[in-house]
């Protein structure tokens, strides 16, 4: 009788070996954490990746809540993470067992028409864009499958700790690529909206570009605190109050540049009433719920605006950044938990409590 090599190690060493603990998308609603079977190579170009360090994104959330209709119930979630290569295919080039990687949010074959130009998130691959974690298997595991590793997998410099690359594929890329598609100057004031975990990676990046005035609104006062008490450079405001303080603290009736990131009911409307005349919107908050764009009332203000996903495809220059001392995102950790306690993790999370900013996930 043929005996597979995989179900002859099976046999051989037993099942703890092929299966490990993965928090997974079961219902609207409801995520658990479950025993499922390791990943294994499927295509040439994969990789598996032994997750070290990982953590929990808001659009996890809007997954349980329903708000991202393409997640496929049974997946594992999540799509922040470092690890550990263990396994490649026979097509992969740029990584090798044994790497430290940042593992992409985004999955992208590097080779359609958008890939080319930059705009990994919207690659027309089968498997392209915003897959780990939503409609296959993600990161808040013990072990990752990342299709296309050679374009999904940076290698973290000698040096870099796990919990300095821990955000560097997703919301630090995010925040990366919302300034570099802002256009900041030295001349700007810039308007960020949300000092969440994604806004202080946006403020980060922003800073980079040593504009004359930052200025971030935030409605929660343990977040107000957290950017004045690390920040102080930072002016910080309301929502209530944020299109006064704009007009105050600005050269021409508004911010130059404002960057939406915080996703709330009447967020994006703050985002264009707060900027001047002629000045660049960009949008990365991802919403519950459908956005008006109410042009009567906007016209004359001649707005540029630019929305979208993020394009991931800055990893390797963060990295270096970070290399240098010039982005560091550890003081977003206030909280860790184990695998095992994964379900505490996003109690605390969801509910904002204890000062929480972004939760490390440990598998060591």
């Given at each position: 009788m043929f005996v597979s090599a995989l179900a002859f190690r099976y046999l051989c060493t037993g099942k703890e070996r092929f299966v490990m603990k993965a928090y997974t998308y079961v219902e609207h609603g409801r995520f658990e954490l479950r025993e499922k079977p390791r990943p294994q190579l499927i295509d040439p170009r994969d990789a598996i990746v032994r997750?070290?360090?990982?953590?929990?994104?808001?659009?996890?959330?809007?997954?349980?809540?329903?708000?991202?209709?393409?997640?496929?119930p049974g997946i594992t979630v999540g799509h922040e993470m470092v690890g550990v290569v263990e396994e490649v295919g026979e097509g992969v080039t740029t990584v090798a067992p044994g790497d430290r990687v940042v593992v992409n949010v985004e999955t992208?074959?590097?080779?359609?028409?958008?890939?080319?130009?930059?705009?990994?998130?919207?690659?027309?691959?089968?498997?392209?864009?915003?897959?780990?974690?939503?409609?296959i298997d993600g990161g808040q595991a013990e072990y990752v499958r990342v299709p296309y590793a050679d374009c999904g997998l940076t290698p973290i410099p000698t040096g870099v700790s796990d919990e300095q690359a821990l955000f560097v594929g997703d919301i630090l890329a995010t925040g990366?690529?919302?300034?570099?598609?802002?256009e900041v100057s030295a001349d700007d004031t810039v308007?960020?909206?949300?000092?969440?975990?994604?806004?202080?990676?946006?403020?980060?990046?922003?800073?980079?570009?040593?504009?004359?005035?930052?200025?971030?609104?935030?409605?929660?006062?343990?977040?107000?605190?957290?950017?004045?008490?690390?920040?102080?450079?930072?002016?910080?405001?309301?929502?209530?109050?944020?299109?006064?303080?704009?007009?105050?603290?600005?050269?021409?009736?508004?911010?130059d540049v404002v960057v939406e990131v915080a996703g709330g009911d009447d967020t994006f409307r703050l985002a264009w009433e707060c900027a001047r005349p002629n000045a660049i919107v960009t949008v990365v908050a991802l919403y519950d719920k459908p956005?008006?764009?109410?042009?009567?009332?906007?016209?004359?203000?001649?707005?540029?605006?630019?929305?979208?996903?993020?394009?991931?495809?800055d990893c390797a220059e963060i990295l270096l950044l970070i290399a240098d001392g010039k982005i560091d995102t550890t003081p977003l950790i206030t909280h860790r938990f184990a695998l095992s306690d994964i379900d505490e993790a996003y109690r605390l999370f969801e509910s904002r409590r204890d000062g929480v900013i972004k939760v490390a996930i440990e598998n060591r």
């Amino acid at each position: 009788m043929f005996v597979s090599a995989l179900a002859f190690r099976y046999l051989c060493t037993g099942k703890e070996r092929f299966v490990m603990k993965a928090y997974t998308y079961v219902e609207h609603g409801r995520f658990e954490l479950r025993e499922k079977p390791r990943p294994q190579l499927i295509d040439p170009r994969d990789a598996i990746v032994r997750v070290t360090l990982g953590s929990i994104c808001t659009s996890d959330l809007h997954i349980k809540h329903g708000s991202v209709p393409r997640a496929v119930p049974g997946i594992t979630v999540g799509h922040e993470m470092v690890g550990v290569v263990e396994e490649v295919g026979e097509g992969v080039t740029t990584v090798a067992p044994g790497d430290r990687v940042v593992v992409n949010v985004e999955t992208f074959c590097g080779k359609c028409f958008f890939c080319q130009q930059g705009y990994v998130n919207n690659c027309t691959d089968q498997q392209g864009g915003w897959a780990l974690g939503c409609r296959i298997d993600g990161g808040q595991a013990e072990y990752v499958r990342v299709p296309y590793a050679d374009c999904g997998l940076t290698p973290i410099p000698t040096g870099v700790s796990d919990e300095q690359a821990l955000f560097v594929g997703d919301i630090l890329a995010t925040g990366f690529w919302a300034t570099r598609i802002s256009e900041v100057s030295a001349d700007d004031t810039v308007l960020i909206i949300g000092a969440g975990p994604t806004g202080i990676c946006t403020l980060l990046c922003v800073l980079l570009k040593h504009p004359r005035r930052v200025i971030v609104c935030e409605k929660s006062p343990e977040r107000q605190r957290f950017v004045r008490e690390h920040y102080p450079q930072v002016l910080v405001t309301g929502p209530n109050e944020c299109a006064p303080f704009v007009q105050a603290h600005s050269d021409h009736g508004g911010a130059d540049v404002v960057v939406e990131v915080a996703g709330g009911d009447d967020t994006f409307r703050l985002a264009w009433e707060c900027a001047r005349p002629n000045a660049i919107v960009t949008v990365v908050a991802l919403y519950d719920k459908p956005q008006v764009l109410p042009l009567p009332d906007m016209y004359g203000k001649n707005l540029t605006f630019k929305t979208g996903g993020v394009d991931g495809c800055d990893c390797a220059e963060i990295l270096l950044l970070i290399a240098d001392g010039k982005i560091d995102t550890t003081p977003l950790i206030t909280h860790r938990f184990a695998l095992s306690d994964i379900d505490e993790a996003y109690r605390l999370f969801e509910s904002r409590r204890d000062g929480v900013i972004k939760v490390a996930i440990e598998n060591r």
